[in-house]
C-alpha cells in the first residue's frame, strides 16, 4: 500500500493563479480531510468528505473547492490563490469517522508546501 | 467548537531527561488523540484514550486521560534526540452531523544529545 499520496511536494504560485492539489489513498478509506498547517496555528481544517460524492467545509473553506467523484481521490482546488493561502497543505484519510475509535486514525500524506507571491 | 489548549508551546531539554506535555479542552470529550509530526512530514498517530482516568504505554511514553474527561498529558521518560518533534492532540467534534478533528497548536519539542 502506498498510503496517502500528495502531489506536487512543491508549488509557487503566482497572484490569482488557480491551481489543483492532488490527493489519493488505496486503503478503502470512507473519510477524507483537507489540512493547512501555519507556524503557531496548528493543523486547521479546510474541507472533508465522508464518503464518494458528500463534500462539506471546515474551519477555514474560503478560496478552496473540493470534489469526490472517487473514494481514492479528494483533490483541493485553489480557485484564485493568495499570499493568504501560503502554507502547508496535508491531506489525511480514515476508515470512517465515528464509531470505533480504532477506526477514526488519521493517516497523513506527506504534505505539499505551496507559496503564493 | 470545542478548543483545544497545549502547553508549553516550546520545549527544549537535555538527552535523558523527563518532560510532560499537556492538552486541554474547553468542554468534556469522548476521546482523545496523540500524534507526533517530524520535520518534513505528516502527523503520525501515537495513542488514542476513550476512557476517564485511562493509562497508555507505548515504551518510555505514557498518555494519561483526565477523570473530567477535560484534559490529557504526555510524559517521556529519559527524552532521546530521536523524540524530538511537533506532538499534537486532536479530538472529535461532538456536534450533531459534525465529522471534524480538532487538533490543538502542538508542543515543539527539541532533545539536545
Known amino acids: 500500500n502506498a498510503g496517502v499520496t500528495q502531489t506536487p511536494k512543491f508549488q509557487v504560485l503566482k497572484t490569482g493563479q488557480s491551481m489543483t492539489l492532488q490527493c489519493a489513498q488505496d486503503?478503502?478509506?470512507?473519510?477524507m480531510s483537507w489540512y493547512r498547517q501555519d507556524p503557531g496555528m496548528g493543523l486547521r481544517l479546510i474541507h472533508y468528505?465522508?464518503?464518494?460524492?458528500?463534500?462539506d467545509q471546515g474551519e477555514v473553506p474560503n478560496g478552496y473547492n473540493v470534489s469526490r467523484s472517487t473514494t481514492e481521490d479528494f483533490p483541493l482546488r485553489l480557485l484564485s490563490a493568495a499570499p493568504s493561502q501560503t502554507s502547508v497543505y496535508f491531506c489525511a484519510s480514515s476508515y470512517s469517522f465515528r464509531g470505533v475509535s480504532s477506526y477514526n486514525e488519521q493517516f497523513f500524506g506527506p504534505g505539499t508546501r505551496l507559496t503564493v507571491l | 467548537t470545542q478548543l483545544l489548549e497545549q502547553s508549553p508551546q516550546f520545549l527544549s531539554i537535555q538527552e535523558g531527561e523527563n518532560l510532560t506535555v499537556y492538552c486541554n479542552s474547553s468542554?468534556?470529550?469522548?476521546?482523545l488523540q496523540w500524534y507526533r509530526q517530524e520535520p518534513g512530514e505528516g502527523p503520525v498517530l501515537l495513542v488514542t484514550?476513550?476512557?476517564?482516568?485511562e493509562v497508555k504505554k507505548l515504551k518510555r511514553l505514557t498518555f494519561q486521560f483526565g477523570d473530567a474527561r477535560k484534559d490529557s498529558s504526555l510524559h517521556i521518560t529519559a527524552a532521546q534526540p530521536g523524540d524530538t518533534g511537533l506532538y499534537l492532540c486532536a479530538l472529535e467534534d461532538s456536534g450533531a452531523g459534525s465529522y471534524q478533528l480538532t487538533f490543538g497548536k502542538g508542543t515543539k519539542l527539541s532533545v539536545i544529545p
Open positions: 468528505s465522508v464518503g464518494a460524492g458528500i463534500t
Open positions: 468542554s468534556v470529550f469522548s476521546s
Open positions: 486503503m478503502n478509506h470512507e473519510y
Open positions: 484514550v476513550v476512557t476517564g482516568g
